[in-house]
């Protein structure tokens, strides 16, 4: 069985942003680079299903600078066989449609069983990418599962609808299927997977080779929210906050009534 | 600009993400029309005119036969905007169309500026303004953004969409139900939910002891859930519950869309957070910037001396 499994780069999202000078997106210096959430849901299942298949070759894809290659090794450290590094400095100037075209470009004639992708990226947030793989490739495409089984060339699974309710769903392989949080817990490579991995295949290919469509959508401005007014900000001692915060209850709210 | 509404009908009802819909197509003044794979019997209060596909016979769930018959109606209207909730159904279909249309697809509008759309981008701490290149565009709206003040009214003009053969790729075996049983929190007056912020599940001692302190019960944002450190039934949000307390307390809760939707009617809220930043401040009445494991359990104690 071939799998695929594509992964984003992404800040912390934890971090400071800054919008970058030609205010397309966000500066990205002094920012720190992690696997986008998402898609470790995405590499935890593909390694999952390897394991349960036995016979399995399992590709991990990512489209960026070279600075993404630190995340391709954790998922190579994770249980992916090979890794396939997209180069594109500017892969963040793509829309999702350009993004789904690249990564068709490589899986096109290779013949994948079963592609994973995240439900969305955490920084772009448009989660397309993986059903436009799909539709491109002329595949079926499952959402925002919670649940993943797979058996005799048929994918058994639960999408997470609003409200707590899941849609039962199948399709036949080849199909590609997106991840959504509580769908696995990710595991942390453990020392010698990651000394491993450092001797596992990570080829990089130009994304020119590759003749990328071009973006459908364009960016006029990017800059943070504009501040509602907003509440009131407190810093300080954590002894000081307490007294300052039960004032604050006592007088807005009846909670201490 | 026409714009194409595709309303949503989940479980032989229609789903309220519909009146969003029909307000932002209101508010951008043009013409509209609207889909929907639903019911004769249930029919949504919009003035203009229906294209209805019958989910008996299209079935609630098939991507493909949805798209399809959009693609009809879409060939026959000929907007130049075709939009959708961001929710399962949406997210879900929308990209599908997107591709077989060859159109820009616009994910989780927040707002129109200067006739641009904004979407949120960063766990909301930026935002960017876009435009597609293409004749039509695919949109979906972020839940919301664009609830009316008043519900819709009217009675749409019916028109019967053709569903030939069923088939499709996906096989759609119904749905499960969330799980009954466990701990209302929709009626709780005071709330304390930990967030991924609590680091590890020993801490989330430290947000019980404030729940109880301030005679409260404790949630917890989906990820605490997903660790299963919680009980989903305290989970809050978009999958979770949706609360309206008296004080909303959010303990290294970031703010993420989808936990506000579940919160932001408290009547006051209180983030804890390291971050100064936090999308949560936001909507806070007031954010303290502290490390959760020192503030609560002095705010706590505080609380049991009074
Ligand atoms: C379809 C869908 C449905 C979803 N449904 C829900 C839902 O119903 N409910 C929900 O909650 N989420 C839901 N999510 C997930 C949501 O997008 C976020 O991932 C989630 O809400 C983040 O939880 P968090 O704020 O606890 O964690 P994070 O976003 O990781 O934030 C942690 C916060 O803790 C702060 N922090 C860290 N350490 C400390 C410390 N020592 N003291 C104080 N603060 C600290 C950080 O600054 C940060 O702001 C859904 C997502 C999707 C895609
Ligand atoms: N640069 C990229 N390289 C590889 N995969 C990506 C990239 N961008 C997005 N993806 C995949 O597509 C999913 C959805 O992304 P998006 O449509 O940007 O929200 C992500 O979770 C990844 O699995």
Redesign the interface.
């Known amino acids: 069985m071939k799998i695929l499994v594509c992964i984003k780069q992404v800040?912390d999202?934890?971090s400071?942003?800054k919008?970058n000078a030609a205010g397309n997106w966000?500066d990205d210096t002094d920012l720190a680079w992690r696997m986008n959430e998402y898609d470790e849901y995405a590499v935890e299942q593909a390694v999952q299903l390897k394991q349960q298949v036995g016979e399995a070759d399992l590709t991990v894809l990512c489209i960026g600078s070279d600075r993404v290659r630190e995340t391709m090794k954790k998922a190579l450290a994770m249980g992916c066989d090979r890794g396939a590094h997209i180069a594109d400095d500017e892969s963040y100037l793509k829309?999702?449609?350009a993004i789904a075209s690249l990564i068709v470009s490589y899986a096109k004639d290779r013949g994948f069983d079963l592609i994973f992708t995240g439900?969305q990226s955490?920084?772009?947030?448009?989660?397309?990418v993986g059903?436009?793989v799909a539709?491109?490739l002329g595949?079926?495409s499952?959402?925002?599962l919670v649940e993943f089984n797979y058996a005799d060339g048929t994918v058994t699974a639960?999408?997470?609808?609003?409200?707590?309710?899941?849609?039962?769903?199948?399709?036949?392989t080849p199909a590609l299927v997106t991840c959504q949080?509580?769908l696995n817990?990710p595991r942390y490579p453990t020392l010698p997977n990651i000394m491993k991995a450092k001797k596992k295949e990570l080829i990089s290919t130009p994304a020119a080779e590759l003749n990328p469509e071009a973006?459908?959508?364009?960016?006029?401005?990017?800059?943070?929210?504009e501040?509602?007014g907003?509440?009131?900000?407190?810093?300080g001692d954590?002894?000081d906050?307490?007294?300052q915060?039960?004032k604050?209850?006592k007088e807005?709210?009846?909670?201490?009534a | 600009m026409k714009i194409l509404l595709v309303a949503e009908y989940?479980?032989g009802k229609l789903l309220g993400t519909n009146s969003e819909l029909i307000n932002f197509a209101t508010q951008g003044g043009g013409e509209n029309c609207m889909f929907l794979v639903g019911s004769n019997s249930t029919l949504p209060n919009y003035t203009g005119k229906l294209y209805l596909a019958d989910a008996g016979q299209a079935g609630e769930?098939n991507p493909?036969l949805h798209k399809q018959l959009l693609l009809n109606v879409i060939e026959k209207e000929q907007p130049q905007m075709v939009v959708l909730a961001?929710?399962?159904?949406g997210?879900?279909l929308?990209?599908?169309l997107?591709?077989?249309l060859?159109?820009?697809?616009?994910?989780?509008v927040v707002e129109v500026k200067d006739g641009?759309l904004v979407?949120?981008?960063?766990?909301?701490?930026?935002?960017?303004?876009?435009?597609?290149?293409?004749d039509i565009a695919v949109v979906t709206l972020q839940g919301g953004a664009f609830t009316p003040a008043e519900e819709p009214s009217g009675a749409p003009e019916v028109i019967k969409v053709e569903v030939a053969a069923a088939g499709g790729?996906?096989?759609?075996?119904?749905?499960?139900?969330?799980?009954a049983g466990g701990v209302d929190l929709s009626k709780a007056?005071?709330i304390v939910s930990a967030g991924r912020g609590i680091g590890k599940p020993e801490n989330l001692e430290v947000i019980e002891n404030l729940a109880k302190a301030?005679k409260?019960e404790y949630g917890a944002s989906?990820?605490v859930?997903?660790?299963e450190w919680v009980d989903?039934s305290r989970?809050v949000g978009?999958?979770?519950q949706t609360v309206t307390p008296?004080?909303y307390v959010a303990c290294g809760i970031?703010g993420a869309i989808q936990h506000l939707a579940g919160m932001k009617k408290s009547?006051?809220?209180?983030a804890i957070n390291t971050?100064?930043?936090?999308p949560i401040?936001?909507?806070?009445?007031?954010?303290?910037?502290?490390?959760l494991k020192?503030?609560v359990p002095?705010?706590t104690e505080?609380?049991n001396a009074?």
């Open positions: 800040p999202m934890e400071k942003f919008v966000y829309d999702s449609y439900m955490q920084d772009r947030g448009s989660g397309q059903v436009l539709e491109m595949i079926p499952l959402t925002t639960k999408r997470e609808l609003e409200g707590g309710i899941k849609a039962k769903v199948s399709c036949a949080l509580g817990t973006s459908l959508l364009e960016v006029l401005q990017v800059a943070p929210p501040k509602k907003g509440g009131l900000v407190l810093e954590p002894a906050l307490a007294d915060l039960i604050i209850l807005k709210t009846t909670a201490l | 989940r479980d769930f493909s961001h929710s399962s159904y997210w879900d929308a990209p599908r997107a591709l077989a060859k159109a820009a697809q616009i994910s989780e641009n979407v949120p981008s960063c766990n909301a701490k930026l935002r960017r303004q876009v435009k597609s290149t293409t790729d996906i096989q759609f075996a119904g749905y499960e139900e969330a799980e007056e005071i301030l409260g989906r990820p859930v997903d660790a989903p989970q978009t999958t979770g008296k004080l970031s009547e006051f809220v209180l971050d100064k930043d936090a401040g936001e909507i806070a009445d007031v954010l303290a910037v502290a490390d020192q503030l002095i705010l505080k609380l009074m």
